[in-house]
């Protein structure tokens, strides 16, 4: 039997945390196992290198990373390992999130960052799911039900408000 698969959830600041319970939320509810984790590039440089070093011997197959500001942190993490990594910028600035953004999609040749919308949580939760479901059928089929749901809500939300315009 394969062993449930890991995501690493990873963020700058405990002040990160609220925009990333989506993100748990949502890999919980799929059923993969989480690890999350506080580790800055810039105030803990050696303990971020040292988590990215070992997150493949340690079981992890995908990792996300958020970081707001000059959020550095996703792509130092990228930088030492071969496992994908989703960034996720976070909204935590003066500048509503677009220098974390930038700071994170603008990565140089060589060191891709699967980069998310700024707070996207929930579709960094998914896109690793979506990675998983590569190597593991049984997400690949969660991820089928989601997007059936996720359709006939659509529809429910049309027949809502054609009853509406229909009543005008
Ligand atoms: C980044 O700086 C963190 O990811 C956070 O979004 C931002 C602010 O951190 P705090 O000053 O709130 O700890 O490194």
């Known amino acids: ?4 698969p890991k995501v690493a959830i ?15 939320k949502t890999l919980n509810e799929f059923g993969v196992e989480t690890t999350v984790l506080v580790s800055s590039a810039h105030r803990s440089p050696e303990k971020t290198a040292q988590f990215a070093k070992e997150a493949e011997e340690k079981g992890y197959e995908v990792i996300i990373a958020a970081a707001g500001k000059a ?5 130092v993490i990228a930088a030492y390992t071969a496992l994908p990594v989703i960034g996720l910028p976070i909204q935590s600035s003066t500048l509503d999130g677009l220098d974390s953004l930038l700071s994170i999609v603008q990565m140089p040749a060589g060191v891709p960052v699967a980069t998310v919308a700024i707070n996207g ?6 896109l690793a799911i979506q990675i998983l479901g590569v190597k593991y059928p049984e997400f ?6 989601y997007k059936e749901k996720m359709k006939d809500l659509v529809e429910e939300k049309n027949l809502r408000l054609q009853e509406k315009l229909n009543g005008i």
């Open 10 to 24: 990873i963020m700058g600041s405990d002040s990160d945390y609220q925009v990333l319970e989506k993100c748990i």
């Open 71 to 75: 959020a550095h942190l996703p792509g």
């Open 140 to 145: 690949r089929k969660k991820m089928h039900l």
């Open 1 to 4: 039997m394969l062993s449930q």
């Open 121 to 126: 949580s929930e579709n960094a939760a998914l």
